[in-house]
């Protein structure tokens, strides 16, 4: 196991134990705009937003760009159900209809998604939204980050886990070198009013040692970079010298990531893409945003 002083950026995922001098570990400063989308438009600001993952060579010409998670995720997304309304928000619409096809995947299943062309390191990042009612194992709303360099790091600010639409979730996760398999994760689920009902704002607040998750301004979980030697998450943040372990989930201190909001359709005993031998229920579904912001300190 490596050893490395705090003072520098050490990657969770490739110094397993850190050396840290005492101190205060949480940063302070006032959060400045730095990114955001009020959908005030008539149509899609596409210099900010793709409507595909553009992990591609041609960024929108693979199967994975319009079908991510497949087949685990049954939809298919679409530019059409990317929606301005008009009244300073934007839809992302789930739905069945006629078999689409998408290479090689083929579904009954359409959905949209949200991501941004830009890139963030650590900061504040924030969607006012209302997530669509959920009665059953399908729906897959989410708010999320992707990205960094070497080993990818995720944060998941806001996820509905194809369960009720009173369960909120969130989640750290590290992959390998190529960014396709998972080395750490960290998270949790927690019980909720019911999150259909009315729009709530959903936020994360990460920093060097923290990543805060907030809904409504009630913070609901912290995630540390740091254990003591009894695997206890340092949380405080006055923290005494000494060797402390470190969250392998955390994310990669000089990572920049990509903002990403999605509504997908996750797979389940009784569905399928082509639509049998049962339909999916809560469609059509909607998870309606009303802004997107960025803060930096």
């Given at each position: 196991?490596?050893?490395?002083?705090?003072?520098?950026?050490?990657?969770?995922?490739?110094?397993?134990?850190?050396?840290?001098?005492?101190?205060?570990?949480?940063?302070?400063?006032?959060?400045?705009?730095?990114?955001?989308?009020?959908?005030?438009?008539?149509?899609l600001n596409t210099d900010k937003w793709?409507?595909?993952?553009?992990?591609?060579?041609?960024?929108?010409?693979?199967?994975?760009?319009?079908?991510?998670?497949?087949?685990?995720?049954l939809q298919i997304f679409s530019d059409d159900n990317v929606i301005l309304t008009g009244e300073g928000t934007v839809k992302?619409?789930?739905?069945?209809?006629?078999?689409?096809?998408?290479?090689s995947a083929s579904s009954i299943y359409t959905s949209g998604m949200l991501h941004s062309r830009f890139k963030f390191g650590r900061g504040r990042f924030e969607i006012r939204c209302k997530v669509p009612k959920s009665t059953s194992s399908y729906l897959w709303p989410a708010f999320w980050l992707f990205g960094g360099n070497g080993a990818c790091s995720e944060i998941d600010i806001m996820e509905i886990l194809w369960t009720r639409s009173n369960q909120y979730h969130h989640a750290l996760h590290r992959y390998n070198s190529t960014c396709n398999g998972n080395?750490?994760?960290?998270?949790?689920?927690?019980?909720?009013?019911?999150?259909?009902?009315?729009?709530?704002?959903?936020?994360?607040?990460?920093?060097?040692?923290?990543?805060?998750?907030?809904?409504?301004?009630?913070?609901?979980?912290?995630?540390?970079?740091?254990?003591?030697?009894?695997?206890?998450?340092?949380?405080?943040?006055?923290?005494?010298?000494?060797i402390y372990i470190?969250?392998?989930?955390?994310?990669?201190?000089?990572?920049e990531m990509s903002i990403i909001v999605d509504l997908a359709?996750?797979?389940?005993?009784?569905?399928?893409?082509?639509?049998?031998?049962?339909?999916?229920?809560?469609?059509?579904?909607?998870m309606e945003i009303d802004y997107i912001r960025v803060y930096q300190r």
């Open positions: 196991m490596q050893e490395v002083s705090a003072q520098g950026l050490a990657d969770p995922l490739n110094h397993r134990v850190i050396a840290v001098e005492d101190g205060d570990f949480c940063e302070y400063g006032s959060w400045n705009l730095v990114f955001s989308d009020e959908f005030d438009d008539d149509s793709w409507r595909y993952y553009p992990y591609c060579d041609n960024q929108d010409q693979c199967m994975a760009s319009r079908t991510h998670g497949w087949p685990d995720e992302l619409i789930a739905k069945k209809g006629p078999v689409r096809q998408w290479y080395q750490a994760s960290e998270g949790g689920t927690i019980g909720v009013t019911d999150l259909s009902e009315d729009f709530h704002i959903y936020r994360a607040e990460w920093d060097k040692w923290f990543v805060n998750f907030y809904v409504d301004d009630a913070i609901l979980h912290r995630s540390c970079r740091m254990y003591d030697l009894l695997t206890r998450p340092v949380s405080s943040c006055q923290v005494p010298a000494g470190q969250n392998q989930a955390f994310p990669a201190q000089d990572a359709l996750h797979k389940g005993l009784f569905a399928t893409a082509l639509g049998g031998p049962a339909t999916i229920p809560d469609l059509p579904a909607e």
